[in-house]
Structure formats: C-alpha cells, structure tokens
C-alpha cells in the first residue's frame, strides 16, 4: 500500500529512467500488492515539489532502493546519480541499499556488475512477479526438504 505521508519511510524508493516508467509502475504496483510501501517520482512527486529534495528523502529514509535497470536507465546522468548513492550507503553498511532489478539486455556497469540483480529479462508476467518478490524478500528461501544425495547411482 502507498504512504500518503511523505516524512514516513517507505520500504523501496524506486528509481528508473522516464522511458522505462511502465517497468517501474509495474514493479510499485506488484510490491504494493504483496504489502510493501513504495516511493516512486510517477505518483509521488507533484508539480511544485523541489524534486531534488524529495530525491534526497527518498534516497536517506528507504529501507531499500530499487534500481530498474535498462540500456537508458544506464546510460542517464540522472539515473547514475541516484544509483551511485543509494549504492554508497550499501557501501557504508545499509543492508541491500541498492537492489537492481534488469528489466531490459544490458550489461551493468563495472560498479554494479558485483551485485546480484532480480532478473525479469524475457520472462512471463507471473515468473517477473515471483522473481521479483522472492528477489526483494529478507530471506532466501532455501529449501525445507533434501534435494538427495547427488552420488547416488541413478537407476
């Protein structure tokens, strides 16, 4: 669900270049489905806001930010600089600042390149969709059940 109080914090800020804005409002709408709050410039910043201001925000008091990776979100100068600092609190000790999400072939950046990304390239809408959700969850979900003993003999 969406916070109506821009002072709260909100689970993920979503940053996204504008040409990847259907992406971005998928990935909003999804995480709000499954009970997370979301900031994203598309519905929460409004005509007279210092968006820059609201950028800063939204950057310092996310549990997470959430990069939508594409060859334009890449190549953007505006894009690069709010990956570079939510990344930089990532570096400073934020547990999974940054979460990139590849909605489009590319390939990231030397800096991003270490992080593992949520990746919904050439994939169904329901398969995006748990990807996406098992991607941004707190814990891994390993399996509860032995996956057998790989040196059995195989009859």
């Given amino acids: 669900m969406a916070t109506n109080d821009p002072t709260?914090?909100?689970?993920?800020?979503?940053?996204?270049?504008?040409?990847?804005?259907?992406?971005?409002?998928?990935?909003?709408?999804?995480?709000?489905?499954?009970?997370?709050?979301?900031?994203i410039q598309a519905w929460d910043f409004r005509p007279g806001d210092n968006f820059m201001a609201a950028m800063d925000h939204a950057l310092k008091t996310c549990r997470h930010a959430l990069g939508v990776l594409s060859p334009d979100y890449l190549t953007s100068v505006f894009t690069r600089a709010e990956w570079t600092a939510a990344y930089r609190e990532t570096l400073l000790g934020k547990t999974r600042g940054f979460i990139p999400v590849r909605v489009a072939a590319c390939d990231v950046t030397p800096l991003l390149g270490p992080l593992v990304y949520i990746d919904l390239v050439d994939v169904e809408e329901g398969e995006a969709r748990s990807r996406l959700l098992a991607g941004v969850a707190d814990s891994t979900g390993r399996p509860r059940r032995s996956s057998g003993f790989p040196g059995a003999s195989r009859r």
């Avoid at 909100?10 to 709000?32: G, K, P, Q, S």
């Fill in 8 to 39: 709260q914090p909100v689970d993920f800020f979503i940053t996204y270049n504008r040409n990847d804005a259907d992406w971005a409002t998928w990935i909003a709408e999804t995480l709000e489905a499954a009970g997370y709050t979301t900031a």
